[in-house]
């Protein structure tokens, strides 16, 4: 087989930590694998880089900053290979431009536009252990570019679709995915297989696994994913596409999210075009929204209702200030102390009772609701953030005490 | 003018440090020049880059060093730019393969092929200080090359050549050429102007402000120098041809060189041939003879004495063991407690009395003098090492007091 391994900082943030990867890639190498590895910057050091960005110019310009941090991955590289070298294992490492990842121009995030994927296909008919820089690429004008948070996962996903590798493996510091983060629920459990879907619910309803944006692209190219703990041998989690996920099951995992933050658009108009107005307003800034609610019209008025990104609070803010009085809206109101609780699984949707379960558990540990939104996998509430940890574990736990994170019966005798 | 400006890694050591560059690079462009700036890693980030490279590899590819320690330059570019941009500047970075600079694939010690300097001259068009990273270049296939020791300075000079610039500046943290190193003569003299060919000699003999590769480089394109202190205003020492080097001097400067080991081949047969299989041997493991002396025959046979760099003497003692016996001689010695002294000035070869003097300052301190070898601009002297700095005291001494660092009389009155 052909294998994508992708290390994360914290596997890679000093020379003994990246003996282990070397140790682990010549074991594939013996299995009879060939392997493209893709690795982030060591421990810190993309953060340490933007910190001296920031004292250099406080607001210093994406282009310049993808120059500075593209070179904590090119560090590790270069660093890997010549550890495998000094094991007597040929290898070479590549940049992002070298790799054949070609973006578009959007410095800081960057979108992956095409791979050619000829030179590490030569190196590997080589019999080298390919070191690609994760993270990076380069525009069609040889700028160099990053593709923003997660971008090494989509890196080694994009590489894995590219190939096609057989298998993408994510090594990271947990074990796989979880029904819920084991911090916050006891005996939460190790999910073996879950679908593309799911896992996109799940990502984007804050687990921290992976980034939704590697999901997406996995799925959109039916990569096989496997997130698995950088230390250890234990089977991680599978991330595959649906028909394969023999067990399909209700309820597969629960996630919370506190870094949100909710606007509320007063008394808007039920015109047409409104929502359009605020969104489209929001998306020039490069705002992305989760949740929009709108309220029921009353007199021909209505609230809308919606949550960002808590970094994306003040930016927001700036958008409302200029829209909401232009819309005739009286005004907007906002709150920061929420926190967003999603629970995710493939039959939920059509399973009756589901969301009565969960309205009943946050009301037997008298936590109100004060947004609800659900879609084909997925209901999220928002609640108080103090009430947060209290809310995922109510809900797991009656979730669990009906047994649907059982595998249904089969379809055929269903 | 278009004015290229390096800056070395201790003038780049802290974002403090880099402000001064900045601070230079405005009052530079206020005066109505544009402005390509090279510069070198952060302080003695390059060396902290190949500790780490030993450690993960005590024999790392020159392939993978080159990717590990160009990151170095490619953070001092980024920064800058962000710093000028911070203060209003319209700024750009560029790696190597970014400003046009193709290398062979010698890694580690690349030589420039070509420079494309489309990229730059387009920068400078918009209006851009363009911030070009040094020390790196790409092959024609997009690898990472560096240039080896003196790197930064090649690159300035080379970019000067190209663009072509009408000034190349080196700063430094010394104030420019001295006739001596002030820390062993005291009441030394900053050179004010000095030719291509006696700077050559210097950097060749010990001087530690600019390799000799720039030099040449510069001398073979013409392309002005101005060596100069990053700190103060003060002017340094102008580098050009000899024709616009108005005041010609006997003695220009001495140097001292620590780092020379001496061997001698001994009783070799005086027959055609027997120098090239030595030097040939040597040049094949690329290592470089600094001296060579080949004795007067006796009895048909000579000893053959010259003197390579430290670094190059295990090296040195491998090639001889080999080459020796084969030649018939009686094996070979060497001696690593040698120091070479070398005066450079212009009009030394022509002028009565300059070895005497030489010869005899050294007699007086009571120094024995090993090796003598002569160039057009050059006398040296190999030496006991602990007499070094006697020997350069005493030789500056009775050269100033002839009064022959003073310029010659015009031609006209001769």
């Known amino acids: 087989m052909l294998i994508v391994q992708k290390y994360g900082g914290s596997s890679v943030a000093s020379l003994g930590l990246m003996r282990r990867i070397v140790k682990r890639v010549l074991e594939t190498l013996r299995n009879g694998h060939r392997v493209v590895v893709v690795v982030s910057a060591m421990g810190d050091e993309t953060d340490a880089l933007v910190d001296l960005a920031r004292r250099a110019n406080k607001n210093p310009s994406p282009r310049e900053l993808d120059v500075l941090l593209s070179t904590g991955e090119q560090k590790s590289i270069a660093l890997l290979a010549m550890l495998l070298q000094a ?7 590549l ?13 800081g995030r960057a979108l992956i536009r095409a791979i050619d994927t000829t030179r590490i296909r030569r190196e590997l008919e080589r019999g080298n252990v390919v070191v690609v820089a994760g993270f990076q690429g380069v525009t069609e004008n040889n700028e160099i570019t990053t593709l923003g948070r997660g971008g090494s996962d989509l890196t080694a996903v994009a590489l894995s679709a590219a190939l096609p590798a057989d298998l993408c493996e994510i090594y990271t510091d947990v074990e796989g995915v979880y029904q ?11 999910i073996d297989k879950i679908s593309y879907d799911e896992m996109l619910e799940l990502a984007s309803s804050g687990a921290q696994v992976m980034q939704a944006r590697s999901i997406e692209f996995a799925h959109r190219y039916n990569v096989r994913l496997h997130v698995r703990a950088s230390h250890g041998l234990t089977q991680g989690t599978i991330i595959t596409s649906e028909e394969k996920c023999m067990e399909q099951v209700i309820y597969r995992g629960i996630a919370s999210q506190k870094e949100e933050a909710k606007f509320s658009v007063l008394n808007v108009p039920d015109v047409p075009g409104i929502a359009a107005r605020i969104f489209g307003a929001l998306a020039d800034r490069g705002i992305s929204v989760d949740l929009i609610i709108q309220s029921a019209a009353r007199n021909g008025r209505n609230d809308i209702t919606f949550t960002v990104s808590e970094n994306d609070f003040q930016a927001t803010r700036e958008v409302l200030s200029q829209v909401a009085p232009s819309l005739g809206a009286d005004g907007y109101t906002y709150d920061r102390d929420i926190a967003k609780i999603s629970v995710v699984g493939a039959g939920m949707r059509n399973h009756p009772g589901v969301a009565a379960t969960m309205f009943q558990a946050l009301a037997d540990q008298d936590i109100n609701i004060e947004l609800i939104s659900t879609s084909e996998t997925r209901i999220s509430c928002v609640v108080r953030e103090d009430r947060a940890e209290d809310a995922v574990r109510a809900i797991h736990e009656a979730f669990e005490a009906k047994g649907w994170s059982q595998p249904l019966p089969p379809p055929a005798s269903a």
Chains 1, 2 share one sequence.
Do not use: F, L, W
């Open 180 to 190: 819920a983060d084991p911090a916050i629920v006891e005996g939460a459990r190790k």
């Open 95 to 107: 940049v992002g431009g070298q790799a054949g990842i070609i973006t578009d121009n959007q410095y």
């Open 87 to 93: 094991r007597g294992q040929p290898a070479i490492s």
